[in-house]
């Protein structure tokens, strides 16, 4: 009986604060992707320089160009919510 005690009260605190679990799980992920997609930046920005070509030089820019806006994206979800990420405002500093 004794050892089922702290079980049922560590239980009992992950339900009342499962809005708040599912919210840093959520936000974990994303923040993982993120960091992610900050070294895909780098190696494109670092590409778009070192490249003599052109049209590579242009297709490196588009790739850009399109990781930079997912980035703001996820960026502003994190800090202001977003629906479709089932992501409530940041209440967090």
Do not use: C, W
Request: glycine share 8%; hydrophobic share 35%; aromatic share 12%.
């Amino acid at each position: 009986m004794i050892t089922l005690i702290p079980f049922l009260i560590g239980m009992g605190v992950s339900i009342a604060r499962s809005d708040d679990i599912a919210y840093f799980g959520t936000a974990i992920n994303i923040g993982g992707s993120q960091r992610m997609r900050t070294m895909l930046i780098s190696d494109y920005s670092q590409k778009i320089f070192y490249e003599d070509d052109i049209d590579k030089q242009n297709q490196y820019l588009d790739i850009l160009t399109s990781e930079l806006s997912i980035y703001k994206d996820y960026r502003d979800s994190l800090i202001y919510g977003d629906t479709k990420l089932e992501l409530g405002v940041n209440k967090y500093s």
